[in-house]
T-cell receptor, first 116, second 114 residues
């Protein structure tokens, strides 16, 4: 079965550079989520989109922005990168059902960003 | 506010034994979902099992089962007949109410001894 596809899998950037991560959700999934996981930490929610509109916002820095396109893929743009942005970035997708309390959520394999 | 608590930072279990990973949660929502994910050292987040708050029966997926005790607000993961490949970090997570995002507990690192 098709899974959530993330690219690139690994990315190395210098401080103050810009990075873009891409996410392709499972076909027919209409909701995309972005998470950031620092070393030894649990994943922290950044932002989510439902039907191309932002649906929820977490601890996403102002230097970061994201959007969901008409084909439901999503991109996370990170500017003025800092050393602390080094982390594993996960995208996840799900299909909205009646109420948000139900429905499985599947993660991609993650994009590992290293800022030097 | 919602919260997930995993009180076992690490566990060691002998191969082929059953293991229970603890998870308690706090929410005021009536409708919510509980998840368990496995994260091996390679980093990917693997979905294991899901339990809806209105599901009357405990969820099972192969060797994984979720011991859901709603009144106690606990959602423990039980792995039967553990294998060496089960060594990984395990996260309990939940989603509920009007929030679409899921929140994670701090995780339990499970190590299986041969």
């Amino acid at each position: 079965a098709a899974g959530v596809i993330q690219s690139p899998r690994h990315l190395i950037k210098e401080k103050r550079e810009t990075a873009t991560l891409k996410c392709y959700p499972i076909p027919r999934h209409d909701t995309v989520y972005w998470y950031q996981q620092g070393p030894g930490q649990d994943p922290q929610f950044l932002i989510s989109f439902y039907e191309k509109m932002q649906s929820d916002k977490g601890s996403i820095p102002d230097r970061f922005s994201a959007q969901q396109f008409s084909d439901y893929h999503s991109e996370l743009n990170m500017s003025s990168l800092e050393l602390g942005d080094s982390a594993l970035y996960f995208c996840a997708s799900s299909l909205k059902r009646e109420g948000w309390g139900t429905g499985e959520l599947f993660f991609g394999e993650g994009s590992r960003l290293t800022v030097l | 506010a919602q919260k997930i608590t995993q009180t076992q930072p690490g566990m060691f279990v002998q191969e082929k034994e059953a293991v229970t990973l603890d998870c308690t949660y706090d929410t005021s929502d009536q409708s919510y979902g509980l998840f368990w994910y496995k994260q091996p050292s390679s980093g990917e987040m693997i979905f294991l099992i899901y339990q809806g708050s209105y599901d009357e029966q405990n969820a099972t997926e192969g060797r994984y089962s979720l011991n859901f005790q709603k009144a106690r607000k606990s959602a423990n993961l039980v792995i039967s007949a553990s294998q060496l490949g089960d060594s990984a970090m395990y996260f309990c997570a939940m989603r509920g109410g009007s929030a679409s995002k899921i929140i994670f507990g701090s995780g339990t690192r499970l190590s299986i001894r041969p």
